[in-house]
């Protein structure tokens, strides 16, 4: 528990003059500061907001870990994944420091426990995901405490130029000024220049706040090896046993493939585990911690895995399947060799990997008529609306994330202004009599919770009260209800759950054409696509170039390096591989008159070209969901074949 951890009074330091390596020594038990870092701490701890651009395992944590336990309020960290979280909770526990995280995975009593922490002041350092800033709750707790840091990792992704775009992480901006944030770190291994200009915009860093360190890593090999889909399995098996004991990452795309390949592996002899999102949370929990421990073990996994976890002696990483990006790509080389020792990284560059990573950055496209359908649905409002989106979702056969995104678009281009979510319903079970829970109050909060409860209508078991109805009722602030239920909800007195949430939206800049805008949108969502297919050409690119890999990789991240690396495949070999081409794979006719046949039958969902297109290549949707076609036989029948081929033949009828 948090008391068992120092006392955050003990911590703070003033941030005037402090001395850094003292206090690193102390808290980290470190000596000396990885090129960058006192830079951006220096900032930090001088009032300033900041960016670091670090290569991965070039220690961007410790940017704000170290000034969180020297400034007087809570530093709350914003990270995609819950496996970083836990690495790193895990590391600062172990040192006795204040820190927590708030997810999913919590049980109730642990969940009482950080919200009271944190509103006890007993927390420094506070680990969320992007999306926990929806949550009412959460939010008037933190605005009830001093914020004297956000952290926001993997900072790329508030950029519609980086490689991995979401809307989320553009409203942390906003959060982060209405919570009184005092100062911002954003923090990414991959950022272009373009990316970091956007970075430093959206959270208002100065640009001599911006630092960059060197991108280059002289203890990493990269090898490029060409082969065909027959001999990929063999080269695999040949260099990891070739290798001998020594903890590794194969990376794949798919989840399937993950499985088979490991089952390769462990015929061969080789210590292997899997991992994918597909698996039960403990299970990949579990093969998180055996790796850490390991010396030998090699994940298979698909691109989540490796994510902050930090392991300093992983040998090799293989890429079984292209990367879809050189983002992907050097984050996920990043994370051998971070203890300077030698590592190789191998690409087996097999054009079998095209079609599947092609298919997938279509996935995201929306066809014209959702686009369309959503646009008439929010303008056909009054000025002030509050917008379902998973009913605009399946509606309109969007994904959530897209329907997200083309409503952040209409944000940015002033047509939209995004109220604060709300949840409509607070769902509670009582874990005490009624009698009980008002017996512990006097006087009007007690008339208050009493009248409070009154507004709650029984189910079976939980009681609902719609908050909004009940503020009303009561004269009362929503903010209060909040905090009334809330407390009894910390204090153990009843279970409380929040439900169908509320985005308020005011309509700023009505278009004057619906159709015309819809349009224009549908096309940002088709220069995204192209983006993306740009980005798996990049990488074919610097696979066959004629020239020092490591130095093409950093040129595209803004470093330049004039000497040739001596350790790529070009360096090494004296020339460029040669790829191979893929196979043309044609489109079997019966299975396209079968494929015919079922659209005709079911216009409603595979009417519409690019939906039918998704449907064959296995790209799923709200409305395929729905329809419970994704179990169908004709389902990613054509996985193997390109995309755009499918849509052509598709679009043309026949």
């Known amino acids: 528990m948090m008391s068992d951890h120092a006392n955050p009074a003990d911590l703070a330091e003033p941030s005037d003059g402090a001395d850094l390596t003292a206090a690193l020594e102390r808290f980290f038990g470190f000596t000396a500061f990885r090129p960058g870092q006192e830079r951006v701490m220096a900032a930090l701890l001088g009032g300033a907001s900041a960016a ?207 499985e088979r390949v490991t089952d390769l592996l462990r015929a061969a002899g080789v210590e292997a585990r899997v991992y994918h999102a597909g698996l039960k949370p403990e299970e990949r929990a579990r093969t998180q911690d055996d790796f850490l421990a390991s010396e030998r073990m090699v994940v298979v996994a698909t691109i989540a895995f490796g994510m902050g976890i930090d392991k300093s002696d992983l040998r090799s990483v293989d890429h079984y399947d292209l990367p879809k990006s050189l983002e992907n790509w050097a984050q996920e080389i990043g994370r051998a060799g971070r203890d300077g020792a030698p590592s190789t990284c191998t690409l087996l560059a097999c054009p079998d990997s095209l079609a599947a990573l092609r298919n997938f950055a279509h996935g995201d496209v929306p066809d014209a008529a959702g686009v369309r359908g959503l646009v008439h649905a929010v303008f056909g409002n009054e ?98 209800l909040v905090r009334a239920l809330d407390y009894l909800a910390e204090q153990g007195l009843l279970e409380l759950q929040a439900s169908k949430l509320r985005n308020p939206y005011r309509i700023v800049r009505r278009p004057d054409d619906l159709d015309a805008l819809a349009a224009s949108l549908h096309e940002r969502t088709l220069a995204l696509e192209a983006r993306e297919l740009e980005r798996i050409e990049q990488v074919l690119a610097l696979a066959a170039l004629d020239g020092c890999r490591w ?29 191979l081409e893929p196979a043309p794979v044609a489109i079997d006719d019966g299975l396209w008159r079968r494929a015919d046949e079922l659209r005709r039958e079911r216009g409603d969902v595979l009417g519409p070209p690019r939906a039918f297109a998704r449907f064959l290549v296995g790209l799923s949707s709200p409305r395929l969901t729905k329809a419970r ?3 169908h036989p004709l389902y990613g029948a054509l996985a193997e074949v390109p995309f755009g081929d499918v849509l052509e033949r598709a679009a043309a009828g026949g």
């Not at 919590?106 to 007993?122: C, F, K, N, P």
């Not at 360096?571 to 591989?577: K, L, Y």
């Open 629 to 631: 076609l994704g179990g």
């Open 551 to 579: 130095n093409a990789l950093c040129e595209h991240f803004g470093e330049t390096r004039d000497a040739p690396c001596g350790h790529c495949s070009f360096c090494v070999d004296g020339a460029a591989p040669v790829l």
């Open 52 to 258: 670091a651009v670090f290569p991965t395992g070039g220690g961007k944590s410790l940017c704000y870990q170290l000034p969180a336990l020297l400034l007087p309020g809570v530093t709350v960290v914003v990270s995609p994944l819950i496996a970083l979280m836990k690495d790193q909770l895990d590391a600062l526990r172990a040192r006795d420091l204040p820190a927590a995280r708030l997810d999913s995975s919590l049980e109730l009593d642990e969940y009482r426990q950080v919200m009271g922490d944190l509103r006890s002041g007993r927390l420094k350092l506070l680990y969320v995901a992007p999306e926990r800033f929806v949550n009412e709750r959460f939010r008037q707790a933190l605005g009830q405490v001093r914020l004297s840091m956000l952290a926001v990792d993997e900072a790329h992704c508030v950029s519609e130029w980086g490689h991995n775009f979401r809307p989320d992480y553009l409203k942390l901006a906003e959060h982060g000024r209405r919570l009184g944030a005092e100062r911002v770190l954003a923090l990414t291994a991959t950022a272009t220049p373009r990316v970091l200009a956007d970075i430093c915009s959206t959270f208002d860093i100065a640009d001599e706040n911006a630092v960059r360190t060197g991108f280059y890593r002289p203890n990493l090999e990269l090898l490029t090896v060409p082969t065909t889909g027959a001999d990929r399995d063999r080269l695999l098996v040949e260099r990891v046993t070739a290798r001998g004991p020594g903890p590794g990452i194969v990376y794949v795309t798919l989840r399937q493939t993950a």
């Open 383 to 480: 000025e002030r609306i509050i917008l379902d989106l998973y009913r605009l979702s399946a509606e309109h056969d969007l994904r959530p994330l897209v329907v997200r995104t083309l409503l952040t678009y209409l944000e940015l281009d002033g047509r939209l202004e995004a109220g604060t979510p709300l949840y409509d319903v607070y769902r509670f079970k009582p874990l005490a009599s009624s009698a009980e829970i008002l017996g512990r109050f006097q006087g009007e909060r007690r008339d208050f919770l009493a009248a409070l409860f009154r507004q709650a209508t029984k189910r079976r078991v939980w009681l609902d009260l719609d908050l909004s109805a009940a503020a009303r009722a009561l004269d009362a602030s929503r903010e209060r």
